[in-house]
């Protein structure tokens, strides 16, 4: 099933960047999140589209938000990524594909390249912006323009 804007997310779990238990019902519900699902930490677009995020984390904060970013790397790479980058927010293994398929986000070019889709989803669990873009340094932008549309 393909998440489509208005829907509301579904309740996922995953091991977070400290290897601990990550739900989402711990945080839908009271506050805006960005969910952005990305290829593989260490690569060129990957580092750059988390950097941004990064670089601006302070004002998703400050607007009450929270970023999490999702791919299919363990929890010891995603380690390594977020201390290298020194990365603020949360990143969760998604080894098995379950969260990637239960929002729908599909493989590109021949199934070989994970996608890369962001999706800005309300305080109330519903998805407001649905990103899916190749250009790995757009999706902050984009996300960071739905979430203050949202509280303003």
Avoid: W
Avoid at 33 to 51: H, I, R
Avoid at 66 to 93: N, W
């Amino acid at each position: 099933m393909d998440l489509k804007v208005g829907d509301k997310i579904p309740n996922f779990k995953a091991k977070d960047t400290n290897g601990n238990d990550f739900d989402s019902q711990n945080i839908v519900g009271q506050k805006p999140l960005v969910v952005y699902f990305y290829p593989k930490d260490n690569t060129p677009g990957c580092t750059a589209q988390a950097c941004s995020f990064r670089d601006q984390y302070e004002d998703f904060k400050d607007l009450g938000a929270e970023v999490i970013g999702v791919s299919s790397d363990s929890v010891a790479s995603h380690q390594e990524f977020s201390k290298q980058y020194k990365l603020p927010f949360i990143l969760l293994s998604d080894s098995d594909k379950k969260i990637k398929k239960l929002f729908g986000v599909h493989s590109r070019i021949l199934g070989l390249i994970p996608g890369r889709v962001t999706y800005v989803i309300d305080k109330n669990g519903i998805v407001q912006l649905i990103f899916d873009s190749i250009l790995a340094t757009k999706h902050m932008s984009k996300a960071l323009e739905t979430i203050k549309l949202l509280v303003s």
